[in-house]
């Protein structure tokens, strides 16, 4: 099991209970959902994209799509749009591009979170790696990392 040294000392010094899984390699959030045997309402994929020129993070369940229209009225932005991976790939040392876990206060990154998952007991994340995920509770995450909370129809464009 191989999970970012940050992440896994951010969980221990908040007491979050956590638990770890690798499942075979898997790139996109469905297929890791999938390949983890978790529903994928309940696994939440990180979606970067950039808000007035400032690099976010939209935390959604697998099966959705971020309508960023509706994110940017959610935010009161001027404009957002979803940002390169020349923008975002710097700022993620440690983690594989495209498995960056959900904490986005490891890096400095606000978050967004679609109302949907925190509907959820439980939640699963990419947790550095293509092939390894990390669960916890939804009111655990919650409370570490105080994301903003946008209803269902705020941020989610619909199922992909």
Not at 124 to 148: M, Q, W
Request: glycine share 4%; net charge negative; charged share 25%.
């Amino acid at each position: 099991m191989s999970i970012p040294e940050n992440l896994d000392r951010f969980l221990e010094a908040r007491k979050i209970p956590f638990r770890t899984e690798t499942h075979p390699e898997a790139f996109t959030a469905q297929q890791v959902a999938q390949a983890s045997h978790v529903p994928g309402h309940s696994f939440a994929k990180s979606v970067i994209v950039a808000v007035d020129g400032k690099i976010w993070m939209a935390v959604v369940p697998a099966t959705e799509r971020v309508d960023l229209r509706r994110m940017q009225a959610c935010l009161g932005a001027k404009k957002v749009r979803l940002a390169s991976e020349a923008e975002f790939a710097p700022l993620f040392v440690g983690c594989d591009i495209g498995a960056m876990p959900i904490f986005g206060s490891l890096y400095d990154i606000p978050v967004i979170v679609s109302h949907e998952l925190t509907e959820n007991e439980e939640i699963a994340f990419t947790a550095g790696t293509h092939r390894d995920i990390v669960r916890i509770r939804t009111s655990d995450y919650l409370a570490a990392e105080k994301p903003n909370v946008c209803e269902r129809e705020a941020i989610l464009a619909g199922t992909t």
